[in-house]
């Protein structure tokens, strides 16, 4: 594999994580979760940089990506114990963050077999199965687009659910 095909696939691994985790953080409550989120960032780049330089790849960074994975879907489903805990909403599929993070966690779960074991099997077993993964990519944009169109209806009426699902009005202004 060339090195500069390495270089993309880490850092796609690395934008990716940092994108759906640094999301996760700006809606977590929890000031101890989002320290454990920050520290844990931290340990996955070194962790990337570690892979990246001391492994030999056949055609996917398997390792990251399943790492990546695990810790999105963790984070994930810390946000939705957390909505348990302390609800905002009565319901809490009336909000634009419960379809994003229903996004990450379909995309996640449902390609994450196919993500660790890419680098173990030969192409051609690969390609039979690959689809699978632009179907949970077209889900999760389902699930985004929902998200969406539910904040575009919030804004024509004057009543809304609460500042929580104001993220996406002003991003740069955390909840």
Known sequence: MSLSLKLFLSTYTL???FLFSYFIWLIIESKQ???IIAIVSLLFIIFICYYFFTTKWNAFDSVPVACESILIFTFSLYYLFEQ???P??????NTSMF?????????????FFIYTFA????????????FITFIFNAIK??????AFSRREAKD???SGLSSYDNFFKNPYNPL
């Open 84 to 86: 348990i805990n302390k």
């Open 141 to 146: 944009n389902i699930f985004f687009s929902i």
């Open 99 to 111: 379809w994003i993070i229903l996004g990450f966690l379909v995309y996640l779960a449902g390609s």
């Open 33 to 35: 979760f989002k320290k």
């Open 15 to 17: 934008v990716e994580f």
């Open 119 to 130: 680098d173990e099997i030969d192409r051609q077993d690969l390609d039979k199965f690959w």
């Open 156 to 158: 024509k009426s004057s």
């Open 88 to 93: 905002r909403v009565l319901f809490i599929y």
